[in-house]
C-alpha cells in the first residue's frame, strides 16, 4: 500500500469521526504525495536477491551457476544473484555422493544440501576376509593335536 492510499484512508476516517481542519490538513498533505511511477515498481524488480547456502556436512565444495554469473565456495556461504534467475548448485565432497539442485532466485532463501556418505567399496572387503580365514586356517594347523577333533565349532 503506498503512501498516498494510507493518506486518502485517513482523510475518510477523519473526515467521519475528527473536525474539518483535520481532513482538511490530511487533504493537502495527500496532494503532495507524488504517485508511484512504474519504471520505479519496475527498478525493485531488478533489485538482486541474496542466497544463503548451507551443507551437511559443512565444508562441502559449492559450484553455483546461472545466466551471466558464477560463484565457487566452500559451504556455507551466501550470494548475491539477479531476481528470478534460475540458479545451479553442484555440491562435492570427499567421501560423498555429488549432489545437484535448482533453484529460482525469486526471494531471499537459505539453499540446504544433505550429501550422503559414498558406499564403500565392496572388492576391498573380500580379500581382507579372505586373509583372516587363511590366519585362522595356519594357526590351526600348527597347534598340536591333543586328540579332540574340532568339527565345524563344535568339540567332540
Not at 495527500?30 to 520505479?40: D, T
Not at 547456502?53 to 559451504?75: F, M, N, R, Y
Amino acid at each position: 500500500m503506498t503512501a498516498r492510499c494510507v493518506l486518502q484512508k485517513m482523510l475518510k476516517f477523519s473526515a467521519r469521526n475528527c473536525g474539518i481542519a483535520t481532513s482538511a490538513l490530511l487533504l493537502a498533505l495527500a496532494a503532495s504525495v507524488p504517485p508511484v511511477r512504474a519504471a520505479a515498481a519496475v527498478k525493485a524488480d531488478d533489485s538482486p536477491v541474496f542466497l544463503s547456502i548451507v551443507s551437511e556436512p559443512l565444508d562441502a565444495e559449492v559450484i553455483a551457476t546461472w545466466k551471466g554469473g558464477q560463484k565457487k565456495g566452500d559451504a556455507p556461504l551466501s550470494l548475491e544473484v539477479p531476481r528470478n534467475a534460475k540458479v545451479h548448485f553442484e555440491f562435492r565432497k570427499s567421501g560423498y555422493v555429488d549432489y545437484a539442485m535448482d533453484v529460482i532466485a525469486d526471494q531471499p532463501q537459505t539453499v540446504q544440501a544433505q550429501l550422503k556418505p559414498a558406499p564403500a567399496p565392496v572388492a576391498a572387503a573380500a580379500p581382507e576376509k579372505r586373509s583372516r580365514e587363511r590366519k585362522h586356517r595356519k594357526d590351526r594347523s600348527a597347534q598340536p593335536s591333543d586328540g579332540v577333533v574340532d568339527v565345524l565349532g563344535d568339540l567332540k
